[in-house]
């Protein structure tokens, strides 16, 4: 190899190096200066769904989990002045484009009254309509274990996306084992 080429392909990595360390540093800052924010609104995400899947609730306190299940990842008690209305569980099942980030209520009877995603990146158009209050709704009243259709179950998955109705429903099951333990 010529000198010269080795004096290029130095030159050439050494500037690639400087633009890599500015874009991460850029990429580091933002991060910095944006992550409460990003914190402040999924809390408040947060709290609007679980209101959403447990609307008689007047309080949610905050209960310690003892389960295994690790799709559990927060457990609320939901009280009004009449007392314990349920439980509401944040839950984080694995979905076709990573973690589905959602809230699901059940009562003291052990029934589903609600299922709200707080957050998830599924494809626009297909499991993204798990999003839609029509696909929810169908979770509402039901106990026991749940399962789509397709596994003989009476859950219908969404058109080209029961990889993300099967997550949905694996957490809505995670919380309805969770609301179990508190009985």
Same mark, same amino acid.
């Given at each position: 190899?010529?000198?010269?080429?080795?004096?290029?392909?130095?030159?050439?990595?050494?500037?690639? $190096? %400087? !633009?890599? /360390?500015?874009? *991460?540093?850029?990429?580091?800052?933002? +991060?910095?200066?944006?992550?409460?924010?990003?914190?402040?609104?999924?809390?408040?995400?947060?709290?609007?769904?679980?209101?959403?899947?447990?609307?008689?609730?007047?309080?949610?306190?905050?209960?310690?989990?003892?389960?295994?299940?690790? $799709? %559990? !990842?927060? /457990?609320?008690? *939901?009280?009004?002045?009449?007392?314990? +209305?349920?439980?509401?569980?944040?839950?984080?099942?694995?979905?076709?484009?990573?973690?589905?980030?959602?809230?699901?209520?059940?009562?003291?009877?052990?029934?589903?009254?609600?299922?709200?995603?707080?957050?998830?990146?599924?494809?626009?158009?297909?499991?993204?309509?798990?999003?839609?209050?029509?696909?929810?709704?169908?979770?509402?009243?039901?106990?026991?274990?749940?399962?789509?259709?397709?596994?003989?179950?009476?859950?219908?998955?969404?058109?080209?996306?029961?990889?993300?109705?099967?997550?949905?429903?694996?957490?809505?099951?995670?919380?309805?084992?969770?609301?179990?333990?508190?009985?």
């Amino acid at each position: 190899m010529k000198t010269g080429n080795v004096k290029y392909y130095a030159k050439l990595t050494i500037v690639l $190096l %400087v !633009i890599t /360390a500015v874009v *991460a540093g850029l990429l580091g800052l933002v +991060n910095a200066i944006t992550e409460d924010r990003i914190a402040e609104i999924t809390e408040q995400k947060t709290a609007a769904a679980m209101k959403a899947v447990m609307p008689e609730a007047e309080t949610f306190t905050e209960i310690e989990y003892g389960g295994d299940d690790p $799709l %559990v !990842i927060g /457990a609320y008690r *939901a009280e009004n002045a009449s007392g314990t +209305n349920g439980y509401v569980f944040r839950v984080v099942p694995m979905g076709f484009g990573g973690e589905i980030d959602m809230v699901v209520g059940v009562d003291a009877t052990g029934k589903i009254t609600g299922v709200s995603i707080v957050k998830m990146a599924e494809t626009s158009g297909l499991g993204d309509n798990a999003k839609k209050e029509s696909y929810r709704n169908q979770y509402v009243g039901k106990s026991g274990t749940l399962a789509v259709t397709k596994d003989g179950g009476s859950i219908d998955a969404l058109t080209g996306a029961t990889v993300t109705s099967r997550a949905v429903t694996d957490g809505v099951n995670a919380a309805l084992k969770a609301a179990k333990t508190f009985e």
